[in-house]
């Protein structure tokens, strides 16, 4: 992909970055919280989005849950576990996204693995998912490399890209996954999966430095990023923090709707105020 293409595609859909930018005039960084779909159920999950949303998130990335993730730890994955017994698909996602989009404007992004788009078939999934509101899909497994298609599908539909950037990533493939990304770019803050941790890497200021020297792109840090003061330390060295594991925690150990609705929101409310400079 040439530098005017890469240009072209960074402005079919501005609702990403311009949230981005909206947050770096206001002098604080972007927290984007990461939910299961279908965890508890899909119908609470509109509910929770929308707390969360009024909580102060920036961004919901909306997960679709999946029996063979690769990159999520014990807390998604049993959050997955419960979305699919509950009865999670695919198109109730979809439906889910479209109830959230009804009541908030928040900017959503889908998260998934690859082979769910192509079990749904990419043109119907990136269709689909314009039609209902999203802004964006990162596909964690999808390697930049091999994303040239996708990411064409995607943007004749005006569905933003996001993809992931590791410290383990070589240099020649984070250029590309910049490349092809067309939201924001995903620093994963260590190796591994995803969960909550209790310190932040020695290296992650190095890490997010790598990725500034070869794009203008705004970059979000998440993977075990779990408390206010992580948040806030994320926020001076890179435009946002993603949270995930700690908030799909608090949602499985909620005694019951109420409750769950109350500590989310209070827990959200916490870190977006983290995020101001």
């Given amino acids: 992909m040439s530098p005017i293409e890469r240009e072209e595609n960074h402005t079919i ?9 909206t947050s770096h005039q206001a002098g604080r960084g972007m927290l984007v919280v990461y939910v299961t779909a279908g965890d508890p159920s899909l119908e609470e999950t509109v509910e929770i989005v929308t707390t969360i949303a009024e909580a102060g998130a920036d961004i919901i990335e909306l997960g ?9 730890g014990p807390t998604i994955q049993a ?15 979809f ?27 990419p043109e119907a999934f990136a269709q689909e998912a314009s039609k209902v509101g999203i802004d964006g899909i990162l596909a964690s497994d999808l390697p930049p490399g091999e ?7 995607a943007a004749e539909h005006e569905l933003a890209t996001v993809f992931l950037v590791a410290p383990t990533t070589p240099p020649q493939r984070v250029t590309r996954a910049v490349e092809c990304t067309t939201g924001f770019v995903y620093a994963v ?5 995803t969960g909550a941790r209790d310190e932040l890497p020695e290296d992650l200021k190095d890490s997010v430095a790598r990725i500034r020297q070869v794009t203008d792109l705004p970059v979000a840090v998440g993977f075990g990023i779990s408390t206010p003061q992580q948040v806030a330390a994320v926020c001076e060295i890179a435009d946002g923090a993603i949270v995930g594991s700690a908030v799909i925690n608090i949602i499985a150990e909620a005694s019951d709707r109420d409750a769950r609705l109350q500590q989310v929101s209070r827990f959200v409310s916490d870190l977006a105020t983290a995020t101001r400079r």
């Fill in 79 to 93: 959050a997955s576990q419960r979305a699919l017994e509950a009865g999670a698909t695919i198109q109730g996602v």
């Fill in 95 to 121: 439906d889910c996204a479209a109830q959230i989009r009804e009541r908030s404007s928040i900017p959503l992004v889908i998260m998934t693995c690859y082979n769910p788009i192509l079990q749904f078939g």
């Fill in 189 to 193: 803050a260590r190796p591994g999966v």
């Fill in 64 to 72: 679709i849950p999946y029996s063979d993730p690769l990159a999520d």
């Fill in 13 to 21: 859909v501005n609702s990403i970055q311009q949230s981005f930018a």
């Fill in 147 to 153: 994303a040239e298609q996708w990411c064409e599908v």
